[in-house]
C-alpha cells in the first residue's frame, strides 16, 4: 500500500523559480529545493550555471506522496506549465540550464515520461517534444537566496511578468491539486 510513502521527483523546465511556484501550490508535494542537475560540475553555483558551462539544467527536487498526487498527474502539470517544444529556452531565458528535462529516479518514473511524452504527441497536445529524460545522478541545491524565491519577491518584475500570470493559469486548471 502506497498510504504515507513518499518518493522524490527531479523536474526542469525553464526558471526553477517558475516550477517551484507551481509545485509549491499542490497537495502531496513537500520538500521542494531549486538547484542545479545534469551537469559534470561538483556543488556549483548559480553564477557558474548561469554562465552555461557547467551542464546543469535549474531543476526543483521534491518528495510527493504517492497516495495524493501520482507521478502521472505531476507530469501532466510539468508538461503544463512549460513548453517542452522549445530546446534549451522558456520564453526570454535562453540556454541549456533552462532545458527542458525529467530525471528520473527509477525504471517507473523512466517509463512514465517517456509514455507521457509519447502521448501528448500521438494526440498532438504537444508535437516534436525536446524534453530531456535522464537518469538522476546528483542533485545541487542553489543558493538560499533561490528557495521560496516567488513568495519571498511576489513584486519583482520577473515574478509579475512571468510567474503571476502563470500561475493564475495554472489555478484555474488545476483547483482540484491544489492545497486548500
Known amino acids: 500500500m502506497l498510504e504515507n510513502t513518499v518518493f522524490q521527483a527531479t523536474l526542469g523546465g525553464g526558471c526553477f523559480w517558475c516550477l517551484e511556484a507551481f509545485f509549491q501550490q499542490l497537495k502531496g508535494i513537500s520538500d521542494i529545493q531549486p538547484g542545479f542537475s545534469g551537469g559534470h560540475t561538483e556543488n556549483p553555483t548559480y553564477r557558474q550555471v548561469c554562465q552555461g558551462d557547467t551542464g546543469h539544467a535549474e531543476v526543483i527536487q521534491f518528495t510527493y506522496q504517492p497516495d495524493i498526487i501520482s ?75 533561490h528557495f521560496d524565491y516567488y513568495r519571498n519577491n511576489p513584486q519583482n518584475r520577473y515574478c509579475t511578468a512571468v510567474i503571476q500570470p502563470k500561475l493564475e493559469k495554472f489555478k484555474s486548471l488545476f483547483a482540484d491539486k491544489l492545497i486548500s
Open 71 to 145: 507521478y502521472i498527474d505531476i507530469l501532466k502539470l510539468f508538461f503544463t506549465v512549460h513548453n517542452p517544444t522549445t530546446l534549451n529556452q522558456q520564453g526570454h531565458d535562453v540556454g541549456t540550464q533552462y532545458r527542458s528535462v525529467v530525471f528520473y529516479h527509477d525504471d517507473y518514473q523512466q517509463y512514465v515520461a517517456q509514455s507521457m511524452i509519447a502521448y501528448l504527441e500521438s494526440e498532438k497536445i504537444w508535437q516534436s517534444i525536446v524534453t530531456e529524460v535522464a537518469p538522476f545522478a546528483h542533485f545541487y541545491p542553489a543558493e538560499p537566496e
